[in-house]
Nanobody, 117 residues
């Protein structure tokens, strides 16, 4: 089982990044996919989630209107489009896959996002 995040980097305030999380080794289409982030000295927090078949997403209040989560079940990939980035968005972003049926999930290794001028 693998979840491999990519797309992080250094961006100026107001800029955009698109994170990707490529999954393998499990039935991606049956898993809820969620992006989390963890800033230095802070707890890991939920950023955005999307159900297994797409549909209704949920977002942290701090990113609503700026971030968009999507998935492509044919490519076993989930995305996080991040616009209007702020310095407070700086964190390591993690991809999580969770099976509501099996009750377990998987984590990626994380990708660093730094928003700074």
């Amino acid at each position: 089982v693998q979840l491999v995040e990519s797309g992080g980097g250094l961006v100026q305030p107001g800029g955009s990044l698109r994170l990707s999380c490529a999954a393998s080794g499990f039935t991606f289409s049956r898993y809820v996919m969620t992006w989390y982030r963890q800033a230095p000295g802070k707890e890991r927090e939920l950023v955005a989630g999307i159900p297994s078949a797409g549909g209704s997403r949920n977002y942290a209040d701090s990113v609503k209107g700026r971030f968009t989560i999507s998935r492509d079940n044919a490519k076993n990939t989930v995305y996080l489009q991040m616009n209007s980035l702020k310095p407070e968005d700086t964190a390591v972003y993690y991809c999580n896959a969770h099976s509501p049926v099996l009750g377990w999930g998987y984590w990626g290794q994380g990708t660093q996002v730094t928003v700074s001028s």
